[in-house]
């Protein structure tokens, strides 16, 4: 019996290990034939970006609108705002500039393409000043990082935004942490004071958005190296039924607007300070 087992099993080994061999030569021949990084099932990429997004950008202005200018000549600027792709190359959204401690609203449209790859491509802003960023998608269209592709010196991220329409139900009763930085200008808002006009700061902390409208909170700042911690933040909110929305508050003494746009789960938050004469955004992360 036990021959006769041993012979049966010799007689088995062949064809499993030439099974095996065959179908390890079809897989390493099925990855070679999908390039590194690429999706293997790309039939319609700009159909990947067919959602609205949030997004948050971080700039240094070139207003001479030709690269290799001076440090000294950019203006710092920061961006929030949505972008809602069409799945089929154009987009439309508005965001809120904050340029050198100034406040410029936008409305946007433009088009975009994504590559075969459906991982890299273009946005393209053709309303007002224009602009043009490469991207990365990352995810299957989950998010979005991208680089700005003209004289201004700039990034940024865009994720998905929350479901339509919104309430304050999103944010009612959650609290969210911060840890940003920013800029406050030493001279009035339209004075365009660049770098060496600004006092840096950097803060974190938290704030509650409550069912009844008001926000609160405590911020650490550190203002041009002078530490003042537990800040009291207080103020009330309002959600839009497109999921922005804006913050009224008070933090040591100064009065502050953000105007927000809410990421998909409500976990995340992008901001944006309107106030004249501070240069300020950054990420609401859910405690």
Known sequence: MKKFLGRRVKNLEAPMKNRALKWLAGAVVLVLAIPFGASANCADPNGILNATYGWQLEALSNPQGSPGVNAQDYAPLLAVGYFTFDGNGSFTGAHDTNWAGRWIPHTDFGTYNVNSDCQTGTISRT?????????????????????GADANVAY??????????????????????????????????????????????????????????????????NLGGMFLPGQPVNGTYTVNPDCTGTVNMTIHGAGHSWNFVILQGAEHVFFIDTSSGSVWAGTLSAM
């Not at 043009?132 to 979005?144: A, R, S």
Request: with cysteine; net charge negative.
């Open 127 to 147: 309303s007002g000043i224009g602009f043009t960023m490469n991207i990365v998608i990352l995810g299957g269209g989950k998010e979005i990082r991208f680089v």
């Open 156 to 221: 940024g991220t865009a994720r998905l935004m929350a479901a339509t329409p919104c309430s304050t139900a999103p944010v009612a009763g959650q609290s969210y942490a911060f840890a940003t930085r920013g800029l406050i200008g030493s001279g009035a808002a339209d004075s365009f004071p660049r770098a060496s006009g600004f006092v840096p700061f950097a803060d974190a902390g938290y704030l509650s958005f409550h069912a009844d409208g008001t926000a609160s909170g405590i911020e650490d700042l």
